[in-house]
């Protein structure tokens, strides 16, 4: 099988601290696959290391076929890769429409071009009202992000995440600090992007993570101590220890 | 097109202005202090490309601009000794633009790699590296004295010589024009609008796959190549060149301008350019403590308008275009809070303006000419009364400005309700 | 060989001048992380009230009462404007620092003219204090070093046996941190700036009768000073002090020893006959180009080592 992401023996210490403590991972594309763990895990730490935030101190990581250890943030994602973030990482001055863009322009190669209007480029204009629709901002399309509710904001960092299109999407708790019919909206909306992509999701949301995800990875103190199907996790000991002990 | 169409009115409107300009204001005065506030036009837009748009803050671009008109000049002085190809006055500020955007992509592609702080500093040790050049490579900046020039040479073609004033305004109006378009189209491209991404948000842009040090470098080199231009219209118009135009003085006037103006909306160093130019140069003669009073109304707006003069008028922008009756009940706060601004602002210059006259009097003279009254620095009196005056005003300020708050916050309000209903 | 000692001993004596400028200011920098551009200006401030108050009691007085309304300036700076603009960022920061830096100038040229004042050095000081490998060495200048010195022992002590020094220390370290231990953190960071400020207002009392009292030499001195705090580190006071020493041994020994490039030139093979800009470049020396040179450092550094020599963070 092809896999989407693959992690070998990936380590990253912080000063003398071992944040990342030897991680294999291997994730199949097409595959909606979870990443829980108790705070303070790492899980976070995974995601800037895979989308190249943070250098690995030790370990190799490849996505798609692609070794993409300690490349560029840009490069990686112009490779297939997206990521979310945990804290709403828009660009507050511009508008709603014009964040969506942002994340449009590249894949459709306008680059760094001076020379012409991106207002006149079709493709970018049908491409992003697209992604609005789906994220179900449309009716806010002219307003200033910064200006939007919590839960819209995330929609729209979920929005420009899958924007450029990339075969991997990472999302970094995409449900914090929703109300319940927040969450189910967005759990609708993770469902539709997976349709055809790899979706890795970190969550804190049990509820939707048993409902998506088709495999579940368990971090704990930096180590995956467990890689199953959503039912197979359920009935481990060393997860339950692990979820029991911590107060999480 | 279609977008530049839309905005034709806007871009009529403007070319007609500086057309029709020079049928107004007759003077010779008139005519150059024009002409100087195209040219500032020019730079402040540039500059604000990088501060507004890019998100960088440079203490140094009058490096581009004073570059551009050192090296525009020593063409043209070639030109007239017939040392080199023939090159029409007319497009010289191109050959300027050139100029800055050699230099912008070389020192671009060392300093922009990060913003904020790092990027300031940069740009301040190469603005004092280039203020030290200019006095030790005496051959080609001529240290303190600068460079002369005469723009007269070559061939005159419809009879273009730029030997009188009005041509030269000619030449820096239809360059302004140009650039303006220009650079107004240049936030439209992708370029443009990723810039402002990087601005917002460089990590982002980043993730969406854009090398951040890319989109400034290139956003450093163009806006380098229009203060080029403008260096060039500069050089041009008083056919010399100093070594105060590449220095740290300059790049904190057009930091004014630009910041006075507004950095948020296009139209804001446009109008801190004007303003700005059209002040000094009127009342640069009239008092001597002008350039204070400019220093304090910058160190204002940062405290208080942010976005500037054209910031404050955009606050009002969802007033007029809901519903501009909104408006009547903002008029008289308004009034207040300016009456009540203009009197402290009475009382502080009277007072300034009496310590400038003490401190830099004649033996013997006593009387300073204020508001055209006689004013007798010697006396008490003068002093009491500028001083109750401006403490008045600032005391009645204190109680005006929170109602001019109060009103606008309250028609927002309004505003809210009407999006909502 | 007294030339080595004597410019040896001048470049200490600015360095250290330089140090107590840029102490202030990593001060600042450390817990604010405010680039304070108006920092020389207070210095600046501080050589003309001296310059003033000397006129009236003399200088001893001054050196006590004018860096404490410098400081007392620099607080209320602080408490009336910084403070406001703080929610918009750095960048908005450095605006107001570099707006009050202009307004300080051109309110020290209303008051005292463009024009240098005649402040001089105390007269009770102007004698020589030690003749060493045949130089005079005034006992004003040898005063200048005991008080530099002093107060960077004093700062240093108050740094690192004192409550508040620890806390300071934290907040470089940490400055998120400091404030949810039940720090007042406005309370401290005006405090810090006064301080800051005034130290660069005793800088200015000991330095404008030797360096000269005008408006220009706020500009001259403060950029110096930011070059000296990034090479240091920003934050550092230790960087800052070696930093300083560095760069006023840099700059005298490049005027003192005058040292011609054109070996240097012809060396390459270039031609000593070289016309207009190739000639002034061929004929630079070392004291000629010795302006550029902390300029020169000051970029190299923030490209290829934005932290600085002794930095802990970026800049």
């Keep these: 099988m092809n896999m989407a992401l693959e992690l070998t023996g990936v380590r990253k210490n912080f000063g003398r601290t071992e944040i990342i403590r030897g991680i294999d991972l291997k994730i199949p594309v097409g595959e909606c696959h979870a990443i ?12 800037n290391l895979i989308s190249g935030k943070y250098r690995v101190t030790d370990g190799r990581i490849h996505l798609l076929g692609h070794d993409i250890t300690n490349r560029q943030p840009y490069e990686i994602n112009r490779m297939g890769l997206s990521r979310s973030f945990q804290v709403t990482n828009i660009f507050p001055r511009m508008s709603v429409f014009e964040n969506v863009r942002c994340g449009v322009l590249w894949v459709k190669g306008c680059k760094y071009s001076f020379w012409q209007f991106v207002d006149r480029r079709r493709d970018v204009q049908e491409r992003t009202a697209e992604i609005l629709a789906s994220i179900g901002l449309s009716a806010k399309a002219d307003i200033p992000a910064e200006l939007l509710p919590y839960a819209d904001q995330r929609a729209l960092e979920v929005g420009i995440t899958i ?76 997860v339950r220890e692990a979820y029991l002990g911590s107060d999480n | 097109m279609r977008l530049l169409l839309s905005k034709t009115g806007v871009w009529i409107a403007a070319a007609a202005v500086i057309l029709l300009a020079p049928t107004l204001f007759q003077s ?31 203490f140094g671009h009058a490096v581009y601009f004073g570059l551009a008109g050192y090296f525009s000049i020593h063409y043209l002085n070639l030109m007239g000794e017939g040392l080199v190809w023939y090159f029409p006055v007319s497009l010289l500020p191109l050959f300027g633009g050139v100029v800055g955007l050699f230099f912008g992509v070389l020192i671009g592609f060392v300093s922009t790699r990060r913003a904020g702080t790092t990027f300031a500093m940069i740009s301040l040790g190469f603005s004092e590296m280039a203020t030290a050049l200019t006095l030790i490579l005496v051959a080609f900046f001529n240290g303190e004295e600068g460079i002369q020039t005469d723009r007269w040479v070559g061939p005159e073609p419809f ?145 208080f308008a942010p976005g500037g003069l054209a910031g404050l008028i955009m606050l009002h922008e969802p007033v007029w275009k809901t519903d501009i009756r909104l408006a009547q009940r903002m008029i008289l706060p308004y009034m207040g809070g300016l009456i009540t601004a203009l009197i402290a602002g009475f009382g502080l210059i009277g007072l300034i303006e009496m310590i400038y006259f003490v401190s830099h009097k004649l033996a013997g003279d006593t009387d300073v000419l204020l508001y055209g009254f006689a004013t007798d620095v010697s006396s008490i009196y ?29 028609a927002m309000d309004d505003v809210r309700e009407r999006f909502s209903a | 060989m007294e030339i080595l000692f004597f410019s040896l001993f001048n470049g200490i004596l600015y360095g250290l001048l330089l140090f107590m400028l840029s102490a202030g200011l990593t001060l600042i920098f450390g817990m604010m992380g405010v680039l304070n551009f108006a920092h020389a200006s207070f210095f600046m401030l501080g050589a003309y009230f001296a310059y003033q108050i000397s006129q009236f009691i003399g200088f001893w007085p001054a050196l006590v009462i004018a860096p404490l309304v410098v400081g007392v300036a620099g607080a209320l700076v602080e408490r009336y404007g910084l403070r406001q603009v703080h929610k918009y960022g750095h960048v908005a920061e450095l605006l107001f620092t570099f707006g009050i830096a202009f307004v300080i100038e051109e309110l020290v040229q209303m008051v005292w003219g463009k024009a240098p004042v005649p402040y001089e050095i105390p007269q009770s000081m102007k004698f020589t204090a030690l003749t060493w490998q045949g130089m005079n060495y005034s006992a004003y200048r040898v005063f200048m070093v005991l008080i530099s010195v002093g107060i960077f022992a004093a700062l240093y002590l108050f740094l690192k046996r004192t409550r508040v020094g620890l806390i300071i220390q934290a907040a470089l370290s940490y400055p998120d941190v400091v404030g949810s231990l039940g720090h007042n953190v406005p309370r401290i960071f005006m405090l810090v700036f006064g301080f800051g400020t005034a130290l660069a207002g005793i800088a200015g009392v000991l330095g404008g009768n030797v360096l000269g009292t005008e408006p220009a030499m706020a500009l001259q001195l403060g950029t110096i000073v930011f070059v000296v705090i990034v090479v240091g580190g920003l934050g550092s006071l230790g960087g800052a002090l070696i930093a300083s020493i560095f760069i006023g041994l840099l700059t005298n020994m490049a005027v003192s020893f005058d040292i011609p490039f054109r070996g240097f030139f012809e060396a390459l093979g270039v031609s000593p006959e070289a016309m207009g800009t190739g000639k002034d470049l061929i004929d630079m020396t070392s004291s000629g180009i010795s302006p550029i040179l902390p300029y020169l450092l000051l970029v190299l550094m923030l490209i290829f080592r934005p932290r600085g020599l002794f930095g802990q963070r970026d800049v």
């Design chain 1, 36 to 47: 829980i763990g108790p705070n303070g895990a790492g899980k976070s730490t995974i995601y």
């Design chain 2, 382 to 410: 003068s002093w009491l009364i500028y001083g109750t005056i401006a403490a008045t005003g600032i005391v009645l300020c204190r109680k005006s400005f929170p109602a001019v708050r109060g009103s606008w916050n309250s």
């Design chain 2, 28 to 58: 010779g005065f008139a005519l150059s202090v024009m002409g100087q506030m195209g040219v500032a036009i020019i730079f402040a837009l540039a500059y604000n490309m990088l501060l507004g748009q890019g998100g960088m803050l440079s």
């Design chain 1, 163 to 238: 924007a450029c299109g990339a075969q991997v999407v990472l999302l970094d708790e995409p449900t914090s600090g929703m109300s319940h019919s927040e969450t189910e909206r967005m759990v609708d909306l993770i469902r539709t992007i997976s349709a055809g992509r790899t979706v890795v999701v970190v969550e804190h949301d049990m509820g939707v993570v048993f409902d998506l995800a088709e495999r579940i990875s368990v971090l704990v103190y930096g180590e995956i101590i467990a890689s199953d199907t959503p039912d197979k996790i359920r009935g481990n000991p060393k």
């Design chain 2, 159 to 303: 009879g273009i010589t730029y030997g009188p004033d009005i041509q030269v305004y000619y030449l820096i109006g239809i360059w302004c024009f140009v650039a303006m378009v220009a650079m107004y189209a240049l936030t439209k491209t992708p370029f443009g609008r990723m810039s402002n991404a990087v601005r917002d948000n460089p990590e982002r842009a980043q993730f969406v796959g854009y090398n951040t040090q890319r989109v400034r470098w290139l956003a450093f080199s163009l806006s380098s190549f229009f203060a080029g231009l403008a260096g060039a219209l500069h050089a041009i118009n008083f056919e010399h060149v100093g070594f105060e135009t590449v220095g740290l003085a300059q790049s904190g006037f057009v930091l004014f301008m630009v910041f006075i103006g507004g950095v948020r909306h296009y139209l804001g160093p446009i109008l801190g350019a004007v303003l700005i130019t059209l002040l000094t140069a009127t009342l640069g003669d009239l008092t001597q403590a002008w350039f204070l009073y400019f220093g304090i109304f910058f160190v204002v707006m940062v405290v």
